[in-house]
């Protein structure tokens, strides 16, 4: 909106206003702005949801040590939406597809989760919508996103080609047509694409759900996953660092920068709320909507296969939770002593602000092996 006004619109009439057309700078604007958003209205949000009494149920079954939060104001996230997207609708511009599409996955995600969350409040249980319903729900969403990516594709604004880390030879398509030499299939060439965007948007989703278990943890991680995926935003549609890197270059992405600058700035600001001990956890509505995005973004960038490294944290998260079901099914026996894998330190005897502050250090080193896998090609 303001990159439309003031550069679009009034550039021709007063030259200084040309900085509005670098993206760096509408990136840092956008950061900071929805810090500032978070900041401002937190305490509102925070009391609001006191007020109408949405306060957390937590696990009888979880450790004992969490049950003093119960009745911690939660739907936090829906503070974390509002700082990600209200800045992304003023700084970023938007005739950009791609732009509209992380918008989109970011507010259907946090539908899901803030129907989710609504029920759980009205029940007065820790228990929302069944799992097969919340499934369904993100694999429509998740498939939405997928088929206006290979519309996109077909104008010829995107590519269904896989990037494979530390292979810079090897790029595989993930559409029939493109495999077999196939054009009359049509779209249904892009089945196999549909499938790999869907699991991974899913996959992705629920992995930042099943982190958001102790106090900081889940938003902490976000924000070295998101600073890794504004890097990744800006190298993969700028000329000079595309080719440098050799990448596969996509000039539209490179507007998703200032959305991924804006959920840096939002998780920084939630977290000065969420820190151990919480005032507020940002509940479903919340994890799903920035695993959504976060998953969106790496689907849209070609970067699917480094997301396991840019969100490190989450994957070993979510990896404990099927590890453990698996075993316990078939075994009888469980490998953890509780999942997701932060419960298990925690029952080891490590203190939630250790568990935290060394979770965020691991997450931190493997954003930075993502981003040096950009060479080391």
């Known amino acids: 909106m303001l990159y439309w006004l003031l550069y679009q619109k009034l550039f021709p009439y007063f030259r200084p206003f040309r900085i509005f057309r670098y993206l760096t700078f509408r990136t840092a604007f956008a950061s900071w702005t929805a810090l500032l958003i978070a900041l401002l209205i937190g305490p509102y949000v925070i009391e609001k949801l006191r007020e109408f009494q949405i306060g957390q149920y937590i696990r009888e079954e979880g450790p004992q040590a969490h049950q ?20 992304t609708l003023l700084w970023s511009d938007l005739a950009n597809p791609f732009v509209w599409l992380v918008m989109f996955s970011t ?12 029920i759980k409040v009205v029940k007065r249980r820790n228990l929302g919508l069944t799992a097969r319903a919340k499934m369904s729900f993100q694999v429509l969403a998740s498939t939405v996103i997928a088929v206006a990516l290979v519309l996109l594709q077909t104008r010829g604004d995107y590519s269904t080609q896989v990037i494979v880390p530390f292979i810079k030879s090897v790029r595989p398509h993930l559409s029939i047509g493109a495999l077999s030499h196939l054009p009359h299939l049509g779209l249904l060439a892009f089945f196999p694409f549909v499938i790999f965007v869907v699991l991974v948007i899913v996959f992705s989703s629920n992995a930042v759900n099943l982190t958001d278990g102790l106090d900081g943890l889940a938003i902490g991680c976000t924000i070295i996953a998101a600073g890794a995926l504004t890097v990744l ?15 596969q270059r996509m000039p539209l992405v490179s507007e998703l920068t200032v959305f991924c600058g804006a959920m840096v700035g939002a998780s920084i600001g939630f977290l000065w709320y969420n820190a151990h001990p919480a005032e507020v956890f940002m509940g479903d509505v919340g994890s799903l909507a920035l695993g959504g995005a976060i998953g969106t973004v790496a689907v849209v960038i070609r970067q699917e296969l480094l997301l396991p490294f840019i969100g490190g944290i989450f994957v070993l998260e979510a990896v404990s939770v099927i590890l453990q079901v698996g075993s316990y099914k078939l075994r009888k026996k469980r490998i953890f002593r509780m999942a997701p894998l932060h419960h298990h330190f925690e029952l080891m005897g490590w203190s939630e602000s250790k568990v935290i502050a060394r979770f965020w250090i691991a997450a931190l080193v493997f954003a930075l092996f993502a981003l040096t896998t950009l060479k080391l090609r």
Request: glycine share 12%.
């Open 68 to 87: 003093k939060k119960a009745g911690t104001p939660t739907m936090g996230g829906v503070l974390i939406c509002i700082a990600i997207l209200l800045p």
């Open 233 to 247: 935003t800006y190298v993969s549609g700028h000329v000079v660092f595309a080719d440098y890197l050799e990448l």
């Open 107 to 118: 507010l259907a995600f946090g539908a899901i989760g803030f129907a989710d969350d609504y």
